[in-house]
């Protein structure tokens, strides 16, 4: 099997060399759109490309795959957006993914962790104070923030990364609050999003990108929300009606929101209308796409990842 690796993996001890295992690897993590589909026409001997979307800045699609020998895509991660799903099986390419490994995601709380961290450093300004101080400031007055025992916390989506952060803002003395119309909710209270938006004082999204769910968070949920919450998106950047949140942010109906995506990430991101906001001085916090990428969690999920290859090779 001659296999494409899109993604950088020599960071990792032993991945790079399982993967090698289980065919010839050719290894070019940098590759532009342009660079792959010119290597693809150039290479009519590819079976198989090894990807994540994280660093990923196109969408594997008709553009770049029609006419190529690509029959399978193996993807490290949960989310499929990276990827031309309904294209790839009309062509009959095989697509893996870490989707439906629960008892491997459900070690991965990474995601949920920076979704906390998010939400910790909103509420008490800490990337803005941090750079005051690096200007020469010491002064409190400007970073008074909120403390987080007593707040309501609002979790849409309680599947395993919903479930996490739920767990966590529950230790540090939060109520939580969960909207979720398909996963079980056990030991919160379940209420209705309308229900969630006006009561919550955060509100942390945990939810796959679905026709259900795409701009699920809009102008209308915004506006009923009652206690100028600080919103939290470490799920897809489609999940977000953008400009609203924009509009909600300069209105005060929201007080902060921290991202770790944005909408459209393969295209031009320095026109994404989030990160023109954040040299504003609205409350925006962004990390590019982190959420996943921790040293252990990497390891355990790439390595899974690539043992997918082992009754195929």
């Not at 697509?95 to 995601?111: A, N, Q, V, W």
């Not at 009561?199 to 769910?213: K, M």
């Not at 504003?280 to 990428?293: A, E, F, K, W």
Request: proline share 4%; aromatic share 8%; charged share 20%.
């Amino acid at each position: 099997m001659n296999i494409l690796c899109l993604t950088p993996i020599k960071h990792l001890s032993g991945v790079f060399e399982l993967l090698s295992s289980y065919g010839s690897v050719d290894y070019q993590p940098e590759f532009t759109k342009e660079q792959l589909m010119d290597y693809l026409k150039a290479h009519q001997d590819v079976d198989a490309l090894f990807v994540n979307p994280n660093k990923q800045n196109y969408k594997l699609d008709a553009e770049i795959l029609a006419g190529s020998s690509v029959t399978l895509i193996n993807t490290a991660s949960t989310g499929l957006n990276h990827i031309d799903v309904a294209w790839c099986k009309r062509q009959n390419i095989n697509i893996l993914s870490l989707t439906e490994d629960h008892e491997l995601i459900k070690r991965l709380p990474s995601t949920s962790e920076l979704a906390f961290g998010l939400m910790l450093s909103l509420l008490r300004h800490i990337p803005s104070s941090f750079d005051a101080v690096k200007r020469g400031a010491w002064d409190y007055e400007p970073f008074i923030g909120h403390q987080i025992e007593g707040l309501t916390a609002g979790i849409v989506g309680y599947g395993r990364l919903g479930t996490f952060m739920a767990k966590y803002c529950h230790a540090f003395g939060m109520r939580v609050l969960v909207t979720d119309p398909y996963n079980p909710v056990y030991g919160f209270d379940r209420v209705s999003l309308e229900e969630l938006a006006q009561e919550s004082d955060v509100i942390s999204l945990h939810v796959h990108v679905t026709d259900e769910t795409r701009h699920m968070i809009n102008a209308s949920f915004i506006s009923a929300t009652q206690k100028s919450p600080y919103l939290i998106n470490t799920s897809r950047g489609e999940i977000v009606d953008e400009q609203a949140v924009l509009e909600g942010l300069q209105s005060g109906k929201l007080r902060g929101y921290g991202t770790d995506v944005i909408e459209d990430e393969f295209g031009n991101r320095a026109e994404s209308p989030i990160i023109q906001a954040a040299h504003s001085d609205l409350n925006v916090l962004i990390t590019p796409h982190t959420g996943g990428m921790t040293w252990e969690g990497q390891q355990r999920a790439y390595t899974w990842a690539v043992e997918k290859f082992n009754p195929l090779s």
